[in-house]
C-alpha cells in the first residue's frame, strides 16, 4: 500500500546543484550553509551527470590519506 504513494513524499527537498568544475571545497562551503544534504552535478544545459551526498566527500577524503 505504501509503495502506492508517491515520489514526493520521500524525495529529498535539501540540496544543491554544482557544475562538474566546482571545487570540492565550494560545493561543501554551499552543504553547510544550505543544510544540503544532497549534491546534484549539472552540466551546462541542465542535465544531470551525478549525485553526490556529504558523506561521499568523506569518504574520497579518507581514501587520500
Known amino acids: 500500500k505504501e ?3 508517491s ?3 520521500v524525495m529529498q527537498r535539501k540540496f544543491i ?3 562538474p568544475q566546482t571545487s570540492l571545497k ?3 562551503e554551499k552543504v553547510e550553509a ?3 544534504e544532497l549534491v546534484i552535478v549539472k552540466d551546462e544545459f ?3 551527470l551525478g ?3 556529504p558523506g561521499d566527500f568523506l569518504v574520497f577524503l579518507r581514501g587520500r590519506g
Open 46 to 48: 541542465g542535465n544531470i
Open 26 to 28: 565550494s560545493a561543501l
Open 34 to 36: 544550505r543544510k544540503a
Open 17 to 19: 546543484t554544482v557544475s
Open 3 to 5: 509503495l502506492e504513494s
Open 51 to 53: 549525485v553526490v551526498n
Open 7 to 9: 515520489v514526493a513524499k
